[in-house]
């Protein structure tokens, strides 16, 4: 059953009382960046919905709700449960593809109780599988790698035909793949791609294959977009590092005014030809050394991505234009100061080690930690024991498993 933790709202919280709650959907870094975004608007306190105690819940501008899980009408109703505690209404956000889709599945039930935005039902699902958004794409003449999805080792036999070196990832996400394999994989030779991808078929099921794009780990830029109503807002950014470099999270980055008009036409024009007209959406690219030009590599529709607070500290706030758009409220005035860095300050300091330089970060920018604020401690200081506490775990778990192989029990089996 869903329970609701009341805490005593910030100082200085400005929120109306007969303004709607912001309700986030989802926790982690997503879900912290989305809460520190809406928190820079007054917009809180506000409720972050999650099945376990998060990061994001930890935050000083939010109460926590607790869910018994994001799948199914059970989720619906623990949601609709909730919003009987906020008489003046309710604005979701979605920070977590699980809570976005079973909303989506079931928003007849869930639109007369909260307002948001979102593509049809049967858009998000596509544009959630990573071979369906490359078919619309390619089908349309948007720059994307060659891909294919493998769902058996026959499927196997396309690999030779793709030039090397290739990307191998999921076309959706799932606890399956995630416990088992990273975000992504670069691999250079035939050999170890239809190994890697046979191990992967074994777990998951099937896997996408693609020709990798040519860039240096800077190379990677992103559009954040919010449409409604309005004109469509936008943000452009770079990241500075990833963890894994190439391959994974955003570990550090900033604006990118200089490439904002290409890719903020490219990004709406892609959208809009697919009938995606409401809610969020971004796109992810990087620009190809090999010709100098941007590809697509994945979009991210209906929630947040981690790197949102960024365009918040840069002065073009999308998740309060968002709230605004759903509370029917008018939208903020947006000046754009793009001197501004956010950053996980752990793995970016990971990442550089990695790729053998230091933490640089463009001159004169003011750099944001993802989780350490100095007015807003808690969710820092949860992350540093959360990772200890996981370390430790896979420490006391490599000791046992090498004494149960070295045991004179064991020795005198063999």
Not at 229 to 240: D, H, I, S
Request: proline share 7%; with cysteine; charged share 20%.
């Amino acid at each position: 059953m869903a329970r609701l933790l009341e805490r005593n709202p910030p100082q200085g919280a400005v929120t109306s009382d007969a303004a709607p709650t912001a309700v986030v959907l989802g926790g982690g870094a997503n879900g912290l960046s989305l809460v520190r975004s809406l928190a820079r608007a007054g917009l809180h306190p506000m409720v972050v919905v999650d099945t376990a105690y998060d990061i994001a819940s930890m935050s000083r501008y939010a109460r926590r709700a607790v869910v018994s899980g994001f799948e199914g009408k059970g989720f619906v109703s623990e949601l609709l449960r909730l919003r009987a505690a906020m008489p003046h209404g309710a604005v979701l956000f979605f920070a977590d593809d699980r809570p976005l889709l079973t909303v989506s599945q079931y928003r007849d039930a869930v639109a007369p109780w909260f307002s948001f935005e979102l593509p049809s039902h049967q858009l998000l699902v596509d544009l959630t599988s990573k071979e369906r958004f490359f078919q619309l794409a390619q089908r349309s003449g948007f720059p994307v790698p060659a891909t294919h999805l493998v769902k058996s080792r026959d499927d196997l036999s396309v690999l030779p035909g793709l030039r090397l070196p290739l990307c191998v990832k999921p076309n959706s996400r799932s606890p399956a793949y995630d416990g088992s394999f990273q975000k992504a994989y670069r691999v250079e030779t035939l050999a170890e791609a239809q190994s890697l991808c046979a191990r992967v078929l074994d777990v998951v099921g099937e896997v996408i294959v693609q020709e990798w794009i040519e860039g240096t780990n800077d190379a990677i830029y992103f559009c954040l977009c919010y449409l409604g109503p309005g004109a469509p807002v936008c943000f452009t950014g770079r990241k500075g590092r990833s963890f894994p470099p190439q391959t994974g999270w955003t570990a550090s980055c900033w604006a990118a005014p200089e490439a904002a008009a290409e890719l903020e036409d490219l990004t709406i024009r892609f959208f809009r030809s697919v009938g995606l007209t409401s809610g969020f959406a971004s796109m992810e690219y990087k620009r190809d050394t090999r010709d100098g030009s941007f590809r697509f590599v994945e979009p991210t529709v209906g929630r947040t991505d981690l790197q949102v607070e960024l365009s918040a500290v840069c002065g073009v706030n999308l998740c309060h234009v968002g709230y605004c758009d759903a509370a029917k409220q008018s939208r903020p005035a947006l000046k754009l100061d793009p001197t501004h860095v956010w950053r996980d300050e752990f793995r970016d300091f990971l990442a550089a080690r990695m790729l053998g330089t230091g933490c640089s970060y463009p001159p004169g920018h003011r750099i944001h930690n993802a989780y350490w604020r100095w007015d807003d401690p808690a969710p820092a200081l949860l992350e540093v024991a959360q990772t200890a506490s996981n370390s430790l775990r896979r420490s006391m778990t490599r000791v046992l498993k090498t004494k149960a192989i070295s045991s004179p029990t064991n020795k005198r089996a063999g």
